[in-house]
């Protein structure tokens, strides 16, 4: 298998490397399609002249009306989200309609009850969230629905948002997991949800298994920890978004992962729903590069702050199957022909939007403000360093 993997890379690199000489740059196609979807919210006046101001994450926001694409659904609870962009001027949303309204969007169709309007106040030029929800379907690892909207505030834009479906209903709804956790780090929980009609039982057994995970860290090695990690973690899912986290230099990411019960799975086993990648491409991780280079020296693992990835990085015989599947991956998440045409299907949802100056100005107050010109322009670095950040490391994993 070894073999021919490496044969396939070789094809690939060779195929994807003529590309980048020939063609030297991003290549993007104009849209012919301009439509795109709009959320009208009409709410009190007094809120209105409040909700540009740092407010409380859960802050209730109470809705006179709201339209998706001109249709009137009734919300039943729409609430501010978010620790970080609670205190950036745009807000971004916990919204729950009275009944599911039928999305419909370049990914396909999904009907949601609940859902997420992320303002993307911290996702510079609103590309990396896109972007890595795509690469995590791409590889496997969790199908979320999402597309941009406008949204609209009392008849005044809020600039471009991501509509996404909560990571929890991935995990409960598509996946039909009975329980899912979201983590912080090691054993840590920040938050559990169960399905309906969930027994108590399992609820108490997949909590015990949760909390296990550390236990296997600090008291088996080689052999007999990768065979406990497999049993109730599903590692190539886990190693599928470290490689991911790594390649594209994932600043914060350690307490942006679900972990549910796979429903098909017995014995009882963790699948991963990752979220929030808002801080791809940093040149260092959460906890600083001193530190990160102190406890995983040059283990191909982006950062060190939770204790399952450093015992991955530590150990010999569990980190020599996460570099095989490391390789294994690779041709797949770096091909050049494939990252062309993901950038461009996210420069053709994007760039409608940037047709109204009302939708991207407000962008000054966002972490970086953005314009149709700058937000193009960024396309084409990232996609040069990911081209080049993919020669670096397949040199790291030997596929040279």
């Keep these: 298998m070894r073999i021919n993997r490496s044969i396939l890379y070789l094809l690939l690199c060779a195929v994807g490397c003529s590309v980048l000489h020939a063609q030297g740059k991003l290549q993007l196609d104009e849209p012919t399609d301009t439509g795109y979807l709009k959320i009208d919210l009409q709410i009190p006046n007094s809120i209105a002249g409040q909700i540009h101001e740092p407010l409380r994450s859960g802050s209730g926001i ?5 339209k998706i694409s001109g249709e009137p659904v009734e919300v039943e609870e729409m609430k501010t989200r978010g620790k970080s962009s609670a205190f950036f001027y745009r807000k971004s949303f916990n919204v729950q309609l009275k009944d599911a309204y039928s999305f419909k969007g370049p990914g396909g169709k999904k009907k949601m009850k609940h859902f997420y309007l992320l303002a993307q106040a911290m996702d510079t030029h609103y590309f990396r969230n896109h972007f890595a929800f795509s690469m995590m379907r791409e590889l496997g690892v969790a199908d979320f629905y999402f597309q941009y909207a406008e949204l609209s505030i009392n008849g005044h834009s ?4 991501l509509v996404i479906e909560r990571p929890y209903d991935v995990a409960l709804r598509d996946q039909d997991a009975p329980v899912v956790y979201r983590r912080l780090e090691s054993r840590r929980i920040d938050k559990e949800k169960s399905g ?4 108590k039982s399992l609820v108490k057994k997949s909590k015990k298994a949760f909390l296990s995970i550390p236990d296997f860290c600090h008291n088996l090695t080689g052999d007999a920890l990768y065979d406990s990690l ?19 230099m994932n600043g914060d990411y350690t307490d942006e992962v679900c972990y549910y019960i796979q429903p098909d799975h017995r014995p009882l086993r963790f699948g991963i729903v990752p979220w929030d990648f808002d801080d791809l491409l940093t040149q260092a991780p959460h906890e600083g590069m001193d530190l990160r280079n102190r406890r995983l020296g040059d283990a191909l693992i982006y950062s060190s702050e939770d204790l399952l990835d450093r015992t991955i990085a530590a150990d010999s015989v569990v980190y020599g199957h996460y ?24 420069y053709l949802e994007l760039a409608p939007f940037y047709a109204n100056p009302d ?7 966002d972490r970086e403000a953005t314009d149709p010109e700058s937000m193009k322009r960024n396309f084409g670095k990232v996609y040069a360093f990911l081209l080049k950040r993919s020669e670096e490391i397949k040199a790291e994993l030997g596929l040279d």
Excluded at 196 to 199: A, F, M
Excluded at 359 to 365: E, L
């Design 158 to 161: 809020e600039g471009i948002y």
């Design 323 to 346: 570099l095989e599947h490391f390789r294994a991956i690779f041709p797949k998440m770096t091909d050049p022909r494939y990252l062309q045409m993901l950038f461009n299907r996210i």
């Design 62 to 66: 109470p809705v006179n009306a709201m």
């Design 196 to 199: 309906k009609k969930v027994p």
């Design 230 to 248: 497999s049993s109730h973690l599903d590692l190539d899912d886990y190693f599928s978004w470290l490689a991911f986290n790594y390649w594209a």
């Design 359 to 365: 939708n991207y100005t407000i962008s000054s107050h």
